[in-house]
Structure formats: C-alpha cells, structure tokens
C-alpha cells in the first residue's frame, strides 16, 4: 500500500513557465513533508520542506504548499529553467520524531520533470 | 566539506552470492541510513544506524543487514542475492535531522 503518492510519472513544461508537481499521501500521521531533486547517477538532493503546521513554504524559485484536509502538498517552480529537468521525489515523515530520532523517510516513485528550452 | 561516499559504484553479482556495500557519511554526521531504489517500487527504507545502533528497520527480508562502526562509517550486505535485489542502494547521513544528505549510490546488478 503506497503511503505517498506522485501520479504523474512525468511532466514537460515551457521554460520560463511554472512546473507544478503534485503528491498525495494516506497517512494521516505524516507531519513533515519533503522534496527531494535527483539527477541521472547522482543521489537525491534535499531541495525544499514543509512541516505540518505551515500551509506554505518558500525558497527562491521554489514553493511547497500543504493542504492537511486534502492530505496534499505541491511543489511549484516559478519560472522553470532547463537546469531544473529531473526526477523530483517527495518525501514524509511521520509526527512524534525529535532532534535526535530516527528519521524514516517514506518516499513518493518520483516524477520526471522536463524543462523545454 | 565532502559529501557522502559510496563505494563501489557498480556491482556485478549472480545469484547466492553476497556483496558488502559501504558508506561514508559527511564528516560530523552521526546517522546512517540505506535506501534502495528500483523503477516499480521507487525509494524504500531498509535500516538506520546512529551510534552504533540499529534504530530502525523497514520491511526488507532478514537477508538485508547492516552495520555501524564507531567512526560512523557504514556497511550493508545482502546475502544469498535473488535476481530482484537488482538496485541501487541509496546511502544518507544526517547530524541527525529530517535533512538527509544522500550519496550517489551503488548499483548492483544480479545476474
């Protein structure tokens, strides 16, 4: 039973335009939520996350929006560049964890994203 | 500061065989935890480590193990490969926090 949730398998936007990555997930005890960027032969890069008690969160070109109701959460890219084509992982946590617990990441299957010059 | 290492990169193994996959976590970091990726089933959790310790384990079969040491640096081995062990096996540090620093990974191949 897949906990966390990216039902695009891939997406292809303009660059310059906005890429919206969508992830769902079942668990209710999730409470921090993370994506993840990763390109071929490298390891996922953390690349922006949210805790349950925000509904958004903010990085440079980088949004991450969290709907708890709708156990849901998105990524946008605002404007999209070439450089950010790859497979974009999210990833949760379940609540209860401390500074110095043990951090057991459920991950989405990812979704392929391509930045069309 | 240098990134979490994994070694080796590429593994070719055939069935029953076992391979031993070591990590090295960035300098400082005191958790250690392995992932294995593959195209169905996309990141699964295998185990984690902090001091030492197993602090976590996922549903993975019993073939799977790993190991700590004191410096931090970590082991996994699988015993008895099956062709479905095909992968690539994630290693991540963290100090720790929910912020984990993933190496590149190793690829194992089973034939």
């Known amino acids: 039973d897949q906990q966390v949730k990216q039902n695009s398998p891939s997406l292809s936007v303009q660059e310059g335009r906005i890429s919206i990555l969508n992830c769902d997930y079942t668990?209710?005890?999730?409470?921090?939520f993370l994506w993840y960027k990763k390109y071929p032969a490298e390891g996922p890069t953390f690349l922006i996350s949210?805790?349950?008690?925000?509904d958004k969160n903010e990085d440079g070109r980088f949004t991450v929006f969290l709907n708890k109701s709708a156990k849901h959460l998105s990524l946008h890219i605002v404007p999209s560049q070439p450089g950010d084509s790859a497979v974009y992982f999210c990833?949760?946590?379940?609540?209860?964890?401390?500074?110095?617990?043990?951090?057991?990441?459920?991950f989405g299957k990812g979704t392929k994203l391509s930045v069309i010059p | 500061k240098a990134g979490v290492t994994q070694t080796p990169r590429y593994l070719i193994k055939t069935r029953g065989q076992q391979v031993t996959l070591s990590c090295s976590p960035i300098?400082?970091?005191?958790?250690v935890s392995w992932y294995q990726q593959t195209p169905g089933q996309g990141l699964q959790f295998l185990f984690e480590?902090?001091?030492?310790?197993?602090?976590n384990k996922g549903n993975f079969p019993g073939r799977f193990s790993g190991r700590q040491f004191s410096n931090s640096r970590s082991e996994m081995n699988v015993s008895t490969l099956e062709l479905g062990d095909s992968a690539l096996y994630l290693c991540?540090?963290?100090?720790?926090?929910?912020?984990?620093?993933f190496g590149s990974g190793t690829q194992l191949s089973v034939l």
């Open positions: 668990n209710s005890m999730f409470d921090y």
């Open positions: 480590y902090f001091s030492e310790t197993q602090r």
């Open positions: 991540a540090s963290s100090f720790p926090s929910e912020k984990l620093f």
């Open positions: 990833a949760a946590i379940p609540g209860g964890y401390s500074g110095a617990g043990s951090y057991q990441l459920t």
């Open positions: 949210i805790s349950s008690i925000k």
């Open positions: 300098s400082g970091h005191r958790s």
